[in-house]
Every structure is written in C-alpha cells, then in structure tokens.
T-cell receptor
Framework: AQKITQTQPGMFVQEKEAVTLDCTYD???????LFWYKQPSSGEMIFLIY??????QNATEGRYSLNFQKARKSANLVISASQLGDSAMYFC?????????????FGSGTRLSIRP | DTAVSQTPKYLVTQMGNDKSIKCEQN?????MYWYKQDSKKFLKIMFS???????INETVPNRFSPKSPDKAHLNLHINSLELGDSAVYFC??????????????FGPGTRLLVL
C-alpha cells in the first residue's frame, strides 16, 4: 500500500490565485513528520515546510501553509498568491518514527504550472 | 555558502564502467543519505549513514557501495554500470533527532547517463 498519495499529477493555476496541493498519508505510528519539497525545472530539491504529528497548529512558512487534518490523514500544501516562480514539481513526504533508521518516503509529486 | 554539494553535476559514461559521486555537507549534520530519482521523478532512498555508520541499506544492487570517510562526506561508488542506472542521484543530510531536526537538505543532484 502506498504510504504517501498525491492524486494530482498536474495542475494549472492563474497567477496570484491560491492553490492547494493534495497529500494523504498512511501510517499506524503515532509519531511521524510530514514534509513538502519543491523541485523546479533546474532540478534541485528545496525544503518548504514541516509538520509534526503532535503539532497542534498548522505549520506556516511565508506564503506556504500546511493544512494538517490528522483524522483524515491529509497534509495539503496551500500556496497563497501564486507566482510564476512557483511553477515546479511538489513532493509530499513522510517520516515514520524518530529513530535514526527511520526513512523519508516521498509521494509521486504534483507538477504545478502557474499561468500569467 | 553551499550547504550540501555534489560532484560531478553531470556524468556520462559507458556501460560496464565504474564511477564515483562525491557529496559533502557543511551544515554539521550527523546523518547523510543517497537517493535515486528515476525518469518519472520518483524519489527513493538508497542508503543512510549516521556518524559514519551505515543505518539504512535499501534493496540496492551490491554494485552500489557507499563510503563515509567522516560525517561531513558520503560518497557513492557504482561498479559495472548498467543502462538502468541512468537517473539523478541526490545526496542529502539532516541534523537528526526529532521534529523539524529530521528535515533533510538536498544537494543539487548528479545526473548520470549510462550509454
């Protein structure tokens, strides 16, 4: 079974609009961390935002926020006021447990394209 | 200042050759990783080292051998390269611990093409 599911392979959004990228996860471990990364066409992986399973509030970083719905096991990324530079692949990822042997599992990604 | 660096950035080679990719991080992190990203952009962990000790070794052909001379460096050596090894290889590092300290920071990637 897939641990991280991103159901939107591609999305088109008008510049300055807000966009929500979906991510659902599957784990029975009560301790986990959720991450979003951005991969522009230049290829590097850029860390955007982190949410811990015990965090009471949704994480925010500038224009990025994470809509964490624990009961639904969803961790959607919201980008407010989208910009042309937001066009990229976006990956949701999860780390189960807190041991050094825990690994991060990535979703298949969503390709976001911002229209001018 | 580059946090996680990899060399080379591009690697084009013939089947059967042996090649190495080097990774260095100047973040003072304890844990380093190697990932493979295939042509469909799927990213999968290969290895992880914590303080020079191998702690994650996924189902990877034994033609791939990581080596960590110190906790700031993690190199990847690939023997007898095959066409299917063509991919982007990312090095990453993390502070280790709990919470946001688990965050992994990635190098720029090495694009390997096996002909």
């Amino acid at each position: 079974a897939q641990k991280i599911t991103q159901t939107q392979p591609g999305m088109f959004v008008q510049e300055k609009e807000a966009v929500t990228l979906d991510c659902t996860y599957d784990t029975s471990d009560p301790s986990y961390g959720l991450f979003w990364y951005k991969q522009p066409s230049s290829g590097e992986m850029i860390f955007l935002i982190y949410q811990g399973s015990y965090d009471q509030q949704n994480a925010t970083e500038g224009r990025y926020s994470l809509n964490f719905q624990k009961a639904r096991k969803s961790a959607n990324l919201v980008i407010s006021a989208s910009q042309l530079g937001d066009s990229a692949m976006y990956f949701c990822a999860m780390r189960e447990g807190y041991s050094s042997a825990s690994k991060i599992i990535f979703g298949s990604g969503t390709r976001l394209s911002i229209r001018p | 200042d580059t946090a996680v660096s990899q060399t080379p950035k591009y690697l084009v080679t013939q089947m059967g050759n042996d090649k190495s990719i080097k990774c260095e991080q100047n973040l003072g992190h304890d844990t380093m990783y190697w990932y493979k990203q295939d042509s469909k952009k799927f990213l999968k962990i290969m290895f992880s080292y914590n303080n020079k000790e191998l702690i994650i070794n996924e189902t990877v052909p034994n033609r791939f051998s990581p080596k960590s001379p110190d906790k700031a460096h993690l190199n990847l050596h690939i023997n007898s390269l095959e066409l299917g090894d063509s991919a982007v290889y990312f090095c990453a590092s993390s502070q280790g611990g709990t919470g946001v300290r688990e965050t992994q920071y990635f190098g720029p990637g090495t694009r390997l093409l096996v002909l």
